[in-house]
């Protein structure tokens, strides 16, 4: 079963802006992670966030988290064409880390 | 370098087949999982492992097997009781089964039934 859903399914912005993308999720979590996908390939692990943190920085990623309304969202600053690629969240909506994945945003950055 | 490998990277299986996709790591990692991939869809989870001689089913583990013999390998058999098994296969590993740590994943098999 599918656990969390981003929003929107589509991005596509200019090189410099910013995208933000949403996930929302139905149950209770211990932590909450985020991945980028480039068409055709594995997952790349960028980012955790722990249930009781509710803000998390790494780089030109800034992700919150809000458990009292189940979301969260990765903010990605100054966008570069190479950050192209499709964007998941993923939970552990059982509370033991077997982490369940959106249907993910798909992110255009134009140069 | 340390990492998870997966083989074939384009796979064909002819109808009533069985198939066999590798995935090895040499991370150390205790947990492994395997997940499969439609167009435009997220991950589901087909079957996991927390430790050696060990794995549970996740979501969709109707048409699949797996082994886990060796704490390095985790093989994962499509059978031809799966009657719709052209996806992506994605094979990931984590350092502790339970800990708040990312997945690390391998590059995937296309799977295509000819």
């Known amino acids: 079963s599918q656990q969390g859903e981003e929003d929107p399914q589509a991005l596509s912005i200019q090189e410099g802006e910013n995208a933000t993308m949403n996930c929302s999720y139905k149950t209770s979590i211990n932590n909450l992670q985020w991945y980028r996908q480039n068409s055709g390939r594995g997952l790349v692990h960028l980012i955790l966030i722990r249930s009781n943190e509710r803000e998390k920085h790494s780089g030109r990623l800034r992700v919150t988290l809000d458990t009292s309304k189940k979301s969260s969202s990765l903010l990605i600053t100054a966008s570069r064409a190479a950050d192209t690629a499709s964007y998941f969240c993923?939970?552990?909506?059982?509370?033991?880390?077997?982490?369940?994945f959106g249907a993910g945003t798909r992110l255009t950055v134009k140069p | 370098d340390g990492g998870i490998t997966q083989s074939p990277k384009y796979l064909f299986r002819k109808e009533g087949q069985n198939v066999t996709l590798s995935c090895e790591q040499n991370l150390n990692h205790d947990a492994m999982y395997w997940y499969r991939q439609d167009p435009g869809q997220g991950l589901r989870l087909i079957y996991y492992?927390?430790?050696?001689?060990?794995?549970q089913k996740g979501d969709i583990a109707e048409g699949y097997s797996v082994s886990r013999e060796k704490k390095e390998s985790f093989p994962l058999t499509v059978t031809s009781a799966q009657k719709n098994p052209t996806a992506f296969y994605l094979c990931?590993?984590?350092?502790?089964?339970?800990?708040?740590?990312?997945?690390?994943f391998g590059s995937g098999t296309r799977l295509t039934v000819v």
């Open positions: 993923a939970t552990d909506p059982y509370n033991n880390n077997d982490m369940r």
């Open positions: 492992s927390q430790i050696v001689n060990d794995f």
């Open positions: 990931a590993s984590q350092p502790i089964y339970g800990d708040n740590y990312g997945y690390t």
